[in-house]
C-alpha cells in the first residue's frame, strides 16, 4: 500500500483525485496538505476538510501551507472550478472539521514530520502549485533522501500552455518552485497538460460514475460548472486523478523517463516546460493514457466507498 502525502489546491479535478485517493484498496492518505492556486488557500483548505468529512470512513488531518509562490502572488482559476472550487453545484458548507497548523507549524513541518516517521515510503502527490514542496526542500533538505517519490502535475510538452501561450497552470503559479523540485534529485512521477486534458470523461460516464456507489452523486455533482478551457462542455478532465493512479503498479498509462527544464525569466515564455528523453533521469514522464481502464479504476474506486 502507497503511503501518501496529498497537497491540492482543492479545484474540481483535485476533489475528484481526493475521492479517488480516499477510495482506492492500494492508498494510504496519511496527511492532506493544501495551496493556493485554483481557490485561495483558505478556500481550498475548507474544501479539502469538507471532501474528508464527506468521504473519508477515518479522519486524515489537514495543514494549510503557501497563500502565494515563491516570487509570484496567487492567482486563481475560478472561472474553471466555480467561486468556491467545486464546481457550480458543491458548496463546502457546515464544516466541522478544520486544519490543525498552530502560529509555528504548518503544511511543510507536517510534512517533514511524516516523512520521518516513515523513511522511504511516504509519496507526496503535489498536485497544484508545488510551493509547498519547494519549501519542503529548501528549508528541510535532509528529507529528500527519505521520500520515496513525488508525484507532480505540471508543464506541456507542447510547450504551449492554458494560461498563457506558453504555460500551464500550475507551472505558472510558481515556476521557482518547480525548478527547485526538478532539481532535488528526488524521484519524480510527472503528467503534463497533454495527459490531463486527453484524460476526460463525457455525460454518460458522468452518470455511470454517479450510479456506481455511495460517493458517486458527489462525483458527479462536481461536475456541475467545471469548464476546462482546453475542452468542449460536457467533457471533465481528471488531470490529478492521472497522477495519483500512476504512481500505482498498473497499465493504465506509458512513460518515459526524462530531463526538464522550466523558464522562470520574466518574459512572455515564463513557466514554459521542455523535455528531453533520457533513460537515467530520476524523473518519469506520463506520456500516454488508456481511458477505459482509467475510468474503469474509478468506478471500482467509487463502489467501495
Known amino acids: 500500500m502507497e503511503k501518501v502525502i496529498f497537497d491540492l489546491d482543492i479545484g474540481v479535478d483535485d476533489a475528484m483525485a481526493l475521492i479517488m485517493g480516499i477510495n482506492d484498496p492500494e492508498v494510504d492518505i496519511k496527511l492532506v496538505t493544501t495551496v493556493f492556486g485554483n481557490v485561495s488557500v483558505e478556500q481550498a483548505t475548507k474544501n479539502a476538510c469538507y471532501i474528508i468529512e464527506q468521504c473519508a470512513k477515518t479522519d486524515i ?109 500550475n507551472a505558472y503559479c510558481d515556476p521557482e518552485a518547480v525548478d527547485i523540485v526538478i532539481k532535488s534529485g528526488v524521484p519524480i512521477t510527472l503528467t503534463t497538460k497533454e495527459i490531463g486534458t486527453s484524460a476526460f470523461f463525457d455525460e454518460e460516464q458522468r452518470t455511470r460514475f454517479k450510479n456506481a456507489g455511495r460517493v458517486g452523486p458527489l462525483l458527479y455533482d462536481l461536475c456541475e ?48 516546460t521542455k523535455f528531453k528523453n533520457n533513460d537515467n533521469s530520476h524523473i518519469t514522464l506520463v506520456t500516454s493514457v488508456d481511458k477505459k481502464k482509467l475510468f474503469k479504476k474509478m468506478e471500482n474506486n467509487i463502489k467501495l466507498s
Open 61 to 169: 488531518p489537514v495543514f494549510f501551507g503557501a497563500s502565494k509562490g515563491l516570487k509570484t502572488e496567487g492567482i486563481n482559476a475560478m472561472d474553471v472550478h466555480g467561486r468556491t472550487g467545486l464546481g457550480t453545484k458543491v458548496v463546502a458548507e457546515n464544516v466541522s472539521k478544520y486544519p490543525l497548523n498552530t502560529s509555528s507549524y504548518g503544511a511543510v513541518e507536517a510534512m517533514r514530520d511524516m516523512i520521518f516517521r516513515y523513511p522511504n515510503e511516504i509519496t507526496i502527490l503535489s498536485v497544484g502549485p508545488v510551493t509547498n514542496l519547494a519549501t519542503l526542500f529548501v528549508k528541510y533538505p535532509e528529507v529528500k533522501d527519505k521520500i520515496k517519490r513525488v508525484g507532480i502535475e505540471v508543464g506541456s510538452v507542447d510547450g504551449k500552455g492554458s494560461i498563457t501561450p506558453y504555460s500551464s497552470f
Open 225 to 272: 460548472g467545471y469548464k476546462d478551457k482546453l475542452l468542449e462542455p460536457g467533457h471533465y478532465a481528471v488531470h490529478d486523478t492521472c497522477v495519483l493512479f500512476a504512481i500505482l503498479k498498473t497499465d493504465i498509462f506509458t512513460r518515459q523517463n526524462v530531463d526538464m527544464v522550466i523558464n522562470t525569466t520574466n518574459d512572455e515564455k515564463r513557466g514554459q
